[in-house]
């Protein structure tokens, strides 16, 4: 390793201790930050909170919600009690608050619209059956027709 590599690498655990520091931060934060790779920083976390020098401050939530994402500083603190997941119960009353939310913005009851992905926000309208719909009605055949196939 070339004298300017190891500075280089002096300088953004510098950096990502300044940052534990101050402000605290995810591994991500730090990646971000510092340009490390994200293995090396989760190995230098883990060695920090093996000698207790680096506690859980806060836990945050993922991109779905789930508070797993922690939030690490300085100091020999007790980490941070993650948060009970949610129940199913729970889920389902947020579930239909969201649906009742979009089903408002539409202008209809949101018992109308079934949800395919609420991630996406795909909406789709009430099934239709095939009679109704101008596309799928039947049209009889002829000897022509199925010749023009």
Do not use: C
Request: proline share 5%.
């Amino acid at each position: 390793m070339s004298l300017s590599t190891h500075l280089l690498h002096v300088a953004a655990y510098a950096h990502m201790v300044d940052m534990l520091i101050n402000d605290g931060g995810t591994v991500e934060d730090l990646y971000e930050e510092t340009g490390m790779n994200r293995n090396t920083i989760r190995k230098f976390i883990a060695a920090m909170r093996r000698r207790k020098v680096v506690y859980v401050a806060r836990w945050e939530p993922n991109s779905i919600g789930r508070h797993n994402i922690a939030n690490y500083r300085i100091g020999n603190k007790p980490d941070a009690k993650q948060p009970e997941p949610r129940s199913n119960q729970q889920k389902k009353r947020d579930y239909d608050e969201r649906r009742r939310k979009i089903a408002a913005s539409l202008g209809v009851s949101y018992k109308t619209i079934r949800m395919r992905s609420i991630g996406k926000g795909y909406l789709r309208s009430p099934v239709q059956s095939p009679s109704s719909h101008p596309s799928l009605q039947s049209t009889p055949l002829s000897a022509q027709s199925v010749a023009d196939l």
